[in-house]
């Protein structure tokens, strides 16, 4: 099977720079997705690792490292927009076949 | 605009009731999926469709009931469900569904309560 942790809630400042970080764990790794995913709203594909590395697209990068097991994703000079839930999900093998795995979620909250 | 489209938005229906949710994809894909998203869990893969062919079934109980006619558009039947099912369900869209570089694209999702 497969798991994966990432925080439930974090809060940051308009113009800010946060990191949000999952692990997890998982055989037959073959990638790693972030999405963001505002309230009532489908979730949005923000990027994809599966080299470890920094992957950088405007004010969003994310970041893997296989061997440790952990990604991040940092958003840089926060909007308001960005206030949403960002979910972690990696392609991995799972009741015998590949399978995207998602995790909880984090909430995050920017404020002025 | 997402090109996954999901019909209805909400939904509220009885436990005796039958309905179905519709999803419809403009991409070209060949895989579709369905999801259900209830609060503080994580998104959880019900079904699979690639080529129309159901290659998934994640010990869904049978009162939901997909169904593929084409590879652009999939359905899901409900009959008899319980208050527990209710939850967001999403559909997605991939070119293909067995490489880590098929990005699932999500529609808005239906907002299901069961009375």
């Known amino acids: 099977g497969q798991n994966i942790d990432q925080p439930t809630e974090m809060t940051a400042t308009e113009g800010a720079i946060v990191q949000i970080n999952c692990t997890y764990q998982?055989?037959?790794?073959?990638?790693l997705f972030w999405y963001q995913q505002h309230a009532g709203e489908a979730p949005t594909f923000l990027s994809y690792n599966v080299l470890d590395g920094l992957e950088e697209k405007g004010r969003f990068s994310s970041f893997l490292s296989r061997s440790k097991g952990y990604s991040y994703l940092l958003l840089k000079e926060l909007q308001m927009k960005d206030s949403a839930s960002y979910l972690c999900?990696?392609?991995?093998?799972?009741?015998?076949?590949?399978?995207?795995?998602f995790g909880t979620g984090t909430q995050l909250k920017v404020e002025l | 605009e997402t090109g996954v489209t999901q019909t209805p938005r909400h939904l509220v229906m009885g436990m005796t009731n039958k309905k179905s949710l519709k999803c419809e994809q403009h991409?070209?894909?060949?895989?579709m999926y369905w999801y259900k998203q209830s609060a503080k869990k994580p998104l959880e893969l019900m079904f699979v469709y690639s080529l129309e062919e159901r290659v998934e079934n994640n010990s869904v109980p049978s009162r939901f009931s997909p169904e593929c006619p084409n590879s652009s558009h999939l359905f899901l039947h409900l009959h008899t469900l319980q208050p527990e099912d209710s939850a967001l369900y999403l559909c997605?869209?991939?070119?293909?569904?067995?490489?880590?570089?098929?990005?699932?694209?999500f529609g808005p999702g239906t907002r299901l309560t069961v009375l």
């Open positions: 998982t055989s037959g790794f073959n990638g």
């Open positions: 997605a869209s991939s070119q293909g569904f067995r490489q880590g570089t098929d990005t699932q694209y």
């Open positions: 991409l070209g894909h060949n895989a």
């Open positions: 999900a990696v392609w991995g093998l799972t009741g015998g076949g590949n399978k995207l795995t």
